[in-house]
């Protein structure tokens, strides 16, 4: 799973190659919030003609419009043509919605005759209150789907909330609960949990004292909105030398003692959950 995703408008294919070039591990074509509805066929059309350039340097992956509208088919049927690597999901509303898509894409990869699956899957799964207490259906996934994000601007939107951070920037409650059940429920599932994304462009220390505590909370990855922020985002989400000498010496202490359940490292006590996180730890530091 990538470090960052970051989004460029639909509608501006201009921004693509630049896009690209901003150093994120993939980009989301985004037909949806960030494209007004009259501009939509147009903004399919500069998508598919860009995937199917070939020009790709990073995978690209493109946002569809909600599953309870009439969009998401027509974005879906003519951005396949591209080959897109994935699909982000928005607005989410239960697992159903998930599925639907996966069917589609099903049919659609079938008709192009692109292996089952070919197309991955991100749904946004906590854009509406409903969806919040939905959670627990998103535990049972397509294959497809190789992770789970989150929004809080629309979830704010639907609340009727003035704002969905305190005034030092974090988080309230509310929102604080629906990143938690994203993190619960992706770990139920089996599949990354991707973070939100950070409003803030300018103060790249504050993007990435955020992104540590993303990935200290345990999302893998992070949603990004404008290039300034994958450099600090790069930065919170690779293991640095202490956190990849620390894992490389857990599971050499494991190995040294074969058959043991629990050895002492450094005057403290491990166990089998170290070496699972001395072992997400070095698989983050190959993302390098």
């Given at each position: 799973m990538m470090r960052s995703m970051l989004f460029v408008p639909g509608d501006r294919p201009d921004r693509f190659a630049k896009a690209q070039a901003s150093g994120a591990d993939a980009i989301i074509l985004d037909l949806e919030d960030a494209?007004?509805?009259?501009r939509r066929p147009h903004a399919r059309d500069e998508i598919t003609k860009w995937l199917a350039s070939g020009d790709r340097a990073v995978p690209a992956w493109?946002?569809?419009?909600?599953v309870e509208g009439e969009e998401a088919a027509r974005d879906l049927a003519a951005v396949i043509e591209?080959?897109?690597?994935?699909?982000v999901l928005p607005k989410a509303r239960d697992g159903d919605d998930v599925r639907r898509v996966d069917h589609w894409l099903e049919i659609l990869e079938a008709r192009l005759g692109l292996e089952r699956g070919r197309v991955l899957l991100l749904p946004l799964v906590t854009e509406s209150a409903g969806a919040v207490l939905a959670a627990p259906t998103f535990t049972r996934l397509p294959a497809r789907v190789v992770g789970l994000t989150w929004g809080a601007e629309d979830l704010?939107?639907?609340?009727g909330a003035l704002a969905n951070r305190t005034p030092d920037g974090e988080f309230e409650f509310t929102y604080q609960l629906a990143r938690s059940a994203v993190l619960l429920v992706s770990a139920a599932a089996g599949v990354a949990a991707v973070d939100t994304v950070d409003t803030e462009i300018r103060d790249a220390a504050a993007i990435e004292r955020r992104a540590r505590a993303s990935r200290r909370q345990g999302f893998v990855a992070k949603l990004a909105i404008h290039?300034?922020?994958?450099?600090?985002?790069?930065?919170a989400f690779t293991?640095?030398?202490?956190?990849?000498?620390?894992?490389?010496?857990?599971?050499?202490?494991?190995?040294?003692?074969?058959g043991r359940g629990a050895?002492?490292?450094?005057?403290?006590m491990l166990d089998k959950p170290h070496v699972r996180q001395a072992e997400?730890?070095?698989?983050?530091?190959?993302r390098r």
């Open positions: 494209v007004v509805p009259e493109v946002r569809i419009n909600p591209g080959r897109p690597d994935g699909i704010a939107a639907d609340l290039p300034a922020q994958i450099g600090p985002i790069h930065a293991p640095g030398e202490d956190e990849v000498r620390w894992a490389e010496r857990v599971l050499a202490a494991f190995r040294e003692a074969p050895v002492a490292l450094d005057g403290v997400r730890i070095l698989a983050a530091a190959r």
